[in-house]
Structures are given as C-alpha cells and as structure tokens.
C-alpha cells in the first residue's frame, strides 16, 4: 500500500511552500529551470513576464524561443555565461545582468538572473536552475549615477585641458578628440561657418577608423533642411542616414561617400548668426540618447568658450602691443596705474624725458623726484577723488627733466573699464607738455589762429558751433558759401543765422549730438537753403562731431560737410532714365523687350513682343534660348548676333528678315525690322540689348507676289531673250568647254588622290621595310640614300595633298551661309593645337565679325596662314601671332587691294608674326603656285599653302595682300566684303 504522510506534516509542508511563494513575490523573485538535456526552459509566471511573454500559458519553453527575447548586444554574452556555469571548473555558479526584449509588450527590461548548475560524478550537468529578478530602476539609476559621474569627469578634463591652450584649431582638435574617445564615435569635428552661408569649413577633425573630413563642404549636398535647421539654432539628429525619409538619393550618397550612417550637429549660433557647428559622426546608424545629445551641446559652448577666450587674449595682447608701440613713439608722457594708483608702465618718452629708467622699483623715485614739491599734493588729492568717484580728471602740474628744469605738464587721467563687468582695470592717461601756454598767452592765441586757419583752409566746409542754442563760433569761407551767407553771422545761434533750417531735422540731430557725445553722419542728405533771396534745395554728405572740453564736458558741436547735388541728381536722373524707359517699352507699338546679360535673359518685355514670341506671357526672367529653342534647332543667326552685340557694344539693323517661330506646336515663317541696341551701364559696360522688333510679314509677302508677277513678265519676254541667245551661243560654248575643263581637272583631282598615292606609299613602304632590314649595315651611305627616299616621298605625298585641296577649292561649289569667324579661329587653332603647344605659341586674337562665306574654305584659309606664322618663326623663338580686325569703307582701302566682288564695306583680318619676314619685292611670287623663297632644308612644305589662301579669298569676293621686311615678320592682311 503507498504510504500516507501524517496529516499533520502535510500541512507543515504546505506552509513552508506558502512561505516560500510569499517571499518570492515579497523580493520581487521568479523561479527558472533550464534542462540540458531537452533545452527547454520551466520558469514560472514572473520570470515570463520578465521576457515580455504574456501569451504562451504553458511553464515550459524551448531555449532558443527564449533566447530570441534577449537583446542582441547581450545575447553572447548571456550564452558564454550559460556555457561557463556548465563547466565542472566553474563550480556550477550562473550570475548575469542583461537586457530582455519584450516579446509581447515591446518593453525593454534589465534582468538578473542567478543559478546553479549541478553536475553527475563523471562532470555531465543533470540540472541548471535558479531565480530572476527585474532590476531595469537599479540598472538605469546606476547609469544614470555613472553617466553624471562620467559626464563631470569628461567636462573637468575637458576644461583643463582647453584651458592653457592658446590656437583655436588646437582647442578644436583636443575637444573633438576627447568628445570623440568618450562617445566611441568615428569623427567628431568643429566646422566653421563661412560668410556666404553656403559653405562650411573643417579645419581639423578626430577620426576612428573612418577617412579625415579636412576641407569645405556645401550645406545642400546634405539634405535642404540642414542649414535651414542650424540657422534656426536646432541641433540636428540623423540616427540613421540610409533610412531618412527626408533625404534624397544624392543626398544619401553624399553622406555615404563620407562614410557617414548617423549625425549630430550641433549648432553655435552668435550675434543672431550661424558661426560654428560641432558635428559626432558614426559609420553605422546609432541611437543618440537625450544625455548624449546635451553633452555634445555642452561641450559646443565650452569649445566655443574657450576660443572666444583665446581670441580675446590675442585681441588683447595686440592690443596692448599696438598701445605699448603707439606710447613710445608719442612725444607725450603715457602712463598706467593699477587700481590702487601705482604706476605700472610708463612710455620710452617720459623716462627720457625724466631721466630715469623705468622699472617697478623706481616708480616711487620717479614720483618724488620728477613733480614739484608744490604740486604733488594737488595731484595725489585730485587723483585719489577720480579714484572714488570713478571718474576722469585733469591737473596741471610741474614735471622736472633730467636737466633739472621744470616745466608745465597737463595730466589727463581716465579710468578704463572692463568691457564685461564694468568695473575699473587700471587708469591709463597721458602729460601733455603744456609749459608754452604757460609761459606765454600769446602763444595760445597762435595756436588758435593756426587751429582757425587749417579749418579756413581746408577743402571741406567746416564750422563749430557752441552751447544749446548752436551759436556760430568759426566757420571756413566753403562753409559761408554752402549756408549761402557772410562771416557777418558769426556769433548768432543758428536757426537765428538760417531760419530756413527749422523743421528741416538738422537742429533736432544737432541737439542729439550735443546731449549724448554720440557723432552722427548723414549720406545725400537734401537741405533747402536760401541762396540769393531764392529757396535752393542742396545735397550733402556731413559730419556732427561733439566738441569736448578738458572735462569731457560736450561744449559744442564741429559740422563738417561736404556738398554732393550733383551726384544726387545725377542718380536720380539714371532712376528717371531706367522708369522712362520701362514706359516707354512698355506702351510701345513695336514689340520691345530687353535682353540681360550675357546669358539674354528677357526682362520687360511688351504684349506686342510676348505676341510675337507666341510662349505667353510668363517668358521674363528666363533665358531667350529656352523660350525660343528654335533659334538653335533652326539654325537661325540671331542669338549668335545678340551675342556679337553684348560682346561689341554695336548696334546691329536689319531689314526683313526671316524668323523662324513656333507658335501653338506649329513652325510658321515671319519678316520683320530688327533692331538690336546695346545698353550701357554707368562703367561703360554693356549690360542689357534693347530689341526692336517691327512685324513686316506682309509687306515681304506682297514684295515676292511683286517678285513672281515680274516672273511671269520675264517669262513673256523670253521670245525676245531667244535672239540674244543665239548670238550668245559661242559664249556657251565657251562656258560648255570650261565645264569639261573643270570636269577634267576633278578627274585629275580623283587621280591625284588615289592613283597617284598608290605607287608613292608602296615606295614609303618598302623604303621603310628596306632600312629595317639593312638596320645592321655599316654602309652610312645605305641609309642616308633610304632616308632620303622617305623624305622625298614624304614631301611628293603633301605636295598631291595640298594639289588635291587647291583643286577642290578652285573648282567645288561653295556653301555660304553666316559664319562667326571666331568659331573658325578658334577651330583652326584647335587643329594646331598639338604645334601651337610644342612651340609655346603665343597667340591674341580680337573680337571678329560674323561673315558671309563657306565654312569649309575659311577654315582652310585660317589653318594655313596661322601654320605659316608658326613654321617661319625660328625655331629657338616662341612664335607671338596677333589677330587684329576692322571694318573699312571701300573708299579707305589701298589702290593696290582689289576684292573680286563691290561693296560699300570690307571686313578687315589681319594676322601678324614676329617670324623671318620676307622682302616685299616678292610679294606677288608668295601666291603664286609652287613658289617658295627658302629652301626645304630650312622651312619644309610644297609651296601650295598662299595660293590656297588666295584662291579662298577669290571665291568670297576679297583680296589678300602682305607686308614685310627680313628679320621683322610679316602680316598678312585678308580683306572680306562686309
């Protein structure tokens, strides 16, 4: 039978387990059991909630689930405990604090749990069981206790580790270093704003494992919101750059191309002004806590503190420098006190003057023997009174020199105040000799007389005026004349002397001045004056400045002035001149509108231009070139031509021409008067083009009907043009024969081209395959007779390539079309650019016109001319090439020049070397085919190059021409019509 306890033992039992539960639940306590075997954990209901586990009912749990419930940065070290506690060694003893999840509720707890493991005889663990406690209070309150203890010690290191430094950088780098070490950041940095609030400046920066940020960055490649947050004075928190919504893309790359994952910035902000961010870098996103948060903004200011602190010493220590320097060069007594009146420095001038050298030591001898027995308890009384009432003084008194003669001195002495406090520093004054003024009244009046004759002789209109009522003392004659009055008012108040001033403002600055010492300056201020017995408004820049007595006592008033109508006025009618021609544009009939800058931004534009331009009437303010993109697309000449104008300063006209606009999707042809006008600013520079814009679509349009009806009439005539066309029938032969000239001389072209170079790169080849082969040779002449075969092949193969070009020149049909010749300049010298370099030319060229041509043959032209001043510059010489441009009537050019094609205008393009030169008596032989006038020896080429040049400036209707002297250069001179 099974046995039965006593009833009374039971209950004895039952009461030990009922303690046993009532002091768990007293302490807080849950009870845990993990076994090895099956890893499954039996805890009871607390020790769940430990866990956050409030929806699995059963006592048992698998390891791993509740494992899963432990935070990730603790969870290693929990298993390593775990581990060790199960090990015989470790006697079995399991102690760990951590931190548990919340599966259910979310909630963050610290837990400790302690147990025991138990094992058999041979070491297996049978049993590993123990209680839990929540102590996340005790956990957060010691951290909390550590973190201020932590957070002092950081702040008194950090004190006294600013405190002896003396470069601002220096504060910067140890701050951010400790900062850094602290926080277990990657970088910390101290960033300076910069004055155009874009750019920021990181002079140096602690780093850890990541790169050094030194250098200046740009707020808006950080995201928008950033400096507009700084600027507001809000530290800036990004735990987690790549999962910001608020950033962009670009601006995530940004941040990661800095190896950024989270940021603090924290901002300084001065004066109303951002001056400085302290910044805490971490490569991976990281949670900033409060704490952490206001110890960055702790350590801000006291960074900031402590620069403050440096600037200032230096401030003051230049200070004191510049005052010390200034005091020994001054011919007066300078002198300090401390506070309790003993001297501290004297100037160079008054330990000459005394005779003996100033060290503390011998202030007091310098006392006694320098001043007068008779005047030294005046001075002591009156500057112990200044000292108590912390006022300024004056005293005259007798100084003796090292001679042993006295003479006057006034001593001024003012206390000097600390900026901060308020409170008396030291006094510092100055003995200004005044023995003179003793000795003799009669020089004080000439001093005066020479005080009054500087102001009489002085450019500017100057005055005093004295006491309240500003009662004329002295006044220089340029003064009477801006009053529009005599010396006889002198001595009058001055609203008495000008009654036109009142109301005017002027007593009321006056008295201002006159009441608070403080000076005022008034800029184009207007004043009505009366001048001859007529009211006349003037304009004046003018000073007030207080007038002092040796008190400080403000006694008057000095007016300086200096007159400024015509200045005024001047801008004021540029004001009236920019509003007349904002009406004018405005009310316009024709279509008007400028074009600013050099980027042709439309401004004021009129409703008969934004007609015309078809885009509605939101064009101003946007660029010509994207409201009306088929300028481009159509190749149309006109922003090519606004741009000639702005670059220019000329005024460009022009009569019917086609534009080309899309109005509503649709392309449509237009004729119009144009009429592009520079603008010009008060420099001389051009800053705008006024358009002009005259619709004439429908007088072109009836000029070609008036074209085509002529047609028709020539048409009906053509009976009449069959007679004369018979008797014209040789010439057509003649002209049919040119035809086959041309043709045959294409042909030749083709030949030139392709049979001809056949045979000659087979001879380069061979010669080439030839010296290769017979390399090893000692026969020199073998290889000179080889050299010369490639040589001469080589000059044969340009010779039919220049040929080539000269044919095709003479005989190819030209495509002419508007060409800016400094986009042919710049291309040819983009072709020469590998020369043009090697040589080190120097090449300046002028503003050049656009012109009527083929672009092609231009280019051609260009090319040659510019290589030649190339080639015939010695070699030891770095070729200087100037391009020079005018326009000429046909009147002003030579007889000699004779352009192929009549106009009213010759483009003038002249290029200019500083090369061999050439005599002028061959002038007609350099264009000619073939000729040259040195050997190829020396300057290599066919000879081909000037005639090339002047066959392309045949077919454009100019001429070409030179002039030279041996030794001196040459300047080829192309003439186009214009």
Known sequence: MPHHEPANQSKNALNQQLDVDFALEAAGLGIWELDPDTQLVNWDQRCRQFFGITSDSNAELAYKKAAACIHPDDLTRVEQAIAWSMDVRSGGQYDVTY???????????????????????????????????????????????????????????????????????????????????????????????????????????????????????????????????????????????????????????????????????????????????????????????????????????????????????????????????????????????????????LNK?????????????????????????????????????????????????????????????????????????????????????????????????????????????????????????????????????????????????????????????????????????????GHGAAATLMHQGKQETFYFDYTYAPLRTADGTVSGVMVIANEVTQQVLARQAIEASEAKLRSVILSAPAAMGLFVGPDLVIELPNQAFIDIVGKGPAIAGRPLREVMPELLTENQPFLAILDQVYRTGKTYQTTGALVKIVRQGVLTDNYYNITYSPLFDQSGQVYAVLDIA????????????????????????????????????????????????????????????????????????????????????????????????????????????????????????????????GVVIDNALDTLSLVIHERGAQIQADDLPLVNGDESQLSQLFQNLLSNAIKFTPTNQAPRIQIRYARLSADALSKTIRPTKAASHYHQISVSDQGIGFDIKHLDRIFQVFQRLHGKSQFPGTGVGLAICERVIQNHGGSITASSEPGNGATFYVYLPA
């Open 99 to 345: 931190r548990t999840l919340g599966a259910d509720d979310g909630r963050l707890r610290w837990v400790r749990f302690v147990g025991k493991s138990y094992f058999h005889p041979d070491g297996r663990v049978y049993r590993f069981a123990g209680v839990a406690q929540e102590v996340t209070q005790q956990v957060l309150a010691q951290q909390a206790v550590e973190e201020t203890k932590a957070r002092q010690i950081y702040l008194l290191t950090l004190s006294n580790r600013l405190r002896n430094l003396t470069d601002s950088y220096q504060i910067q780098y140890e701050a951010a270093c400790l900062l850094g070490e602290l926080l277990e950041a990657n970088r910390v940095g101290y960033a300076e704003a910069l004055a155009d609030d874009k750019l920021v400046a990181v002079r140096r920066n602690y780093t850890r494992g990541v790169s050094n940020l030194e250098g200046i960055y740009r707020y808006n490649d950080y995201g928008p919101a950033l400096l507009a947050s700084l600027q507001a004075g809000q530290t800036l928190v990004r735990p987690d750059i790549a999962g910001d919504p608020t950033l962009t893309d670009s601006e995530k790359e940004a941040h990661a191309g800095l190896q950024l994952g989270a940021t603090l910035n924290v901002p300084l902000i001065k004066n109303g002004q951002l001056t400085a961010i302290l910044f805490v870098h971490y490569e991976r996103p990281h949670p900033f806590s409060e704490s952490q948060i206001a110890l960055v903004q702790e350590t801000a200011e006291l960074i900031w503190l402590a620069i403050e602190r440096v600037q200032a010493e230096e401030a003051l220590r230049e200070s004191e420098n510049q005052f010390r320097l200034l005091a020994d060069t001054l011919p007066q007594a300078i002198w300090i006190n401390d506070t309790n009146g003993n001297v501290v420095f």
């Open 349 to 521: 001038w008054w330990t000459d003057y005394c005779g003996i050298p100033f060290e503390l030591t011998t202030t007091s001898q310098i006392a006694l023997d320098s001043i007068h027995p008779e005047d030294s308890p005046k001075l002591m009384a009156t500057f112990a009174q200044a000292m108590q009432q912390g006022r300024g003084f004056a005293v005259e008194q007798r100084n003796r020199s090292a001679s042993g003669e006295y003479r006057w001195f006034l001593n001024i002495g003012e206390p000097f105040r600390d900026p901060k406090t308020g409170h008396i520093s030291k006094w510092v004054g100055v003995g200004v000799d005044i023995n003179d003024r003793k000795q003799a009244e009669q020089a004080l009046l000439q001093s005066e007389a020479r005080f009054r004759s500087i102001i009489e002789q002085a450019p500017l209109a100057i005055g005093l005026l004295k006491g309240q009522d500003m009662r004329i003392e002295l006044a220089n004659e340029q003064l009477f004349r801006v009053w529009g009055k005599d010396s006889s008012i002198t001595g009058l108040p001055l609203t008495e002397a000008l009654p036109e001033l009142r109301g005017q403002g002027f007593m009321d600055i006056l008295l201002s001045v006159y009441n608070t010492g403080i000076p005022y300056m």
């Open 694 to 821: 005259i619709d004439v679509t429908s007088q072109v349009q009836a000029q070609q009907a008036l074209a085509d009806s002529e047609q028709r009439y020539r048409q009906l005539a053509s009976d009449l043009e069959n007679r004369v066309a018979e008797r014209t029938h040789e010439l057509q032969q003649v002209n049919q024969d040119l035809v086959r000239s041309n043709d045959n001389l294409q042909q030749f072209a083709y030949v030139a081209s392709h049979d001809l170079q056949e045979p000659l790169r087979k001879i380069q080849s061979f010669s080439t395959l030839l010296k290769e082969q017979l390399d090893d040779t000692q026969d020199t002449s073998v290889h000179d007779l080889l050299q010369r075969i490639g040589a001469a092949g080589a000059r044969m193969s340009m010779l039919i390539r220049d040929l080539l070009t000269y044919s095709r020149i003479a005989t190819r049909q030209q495509v002419f079309g508007l060409i800016p010749l």
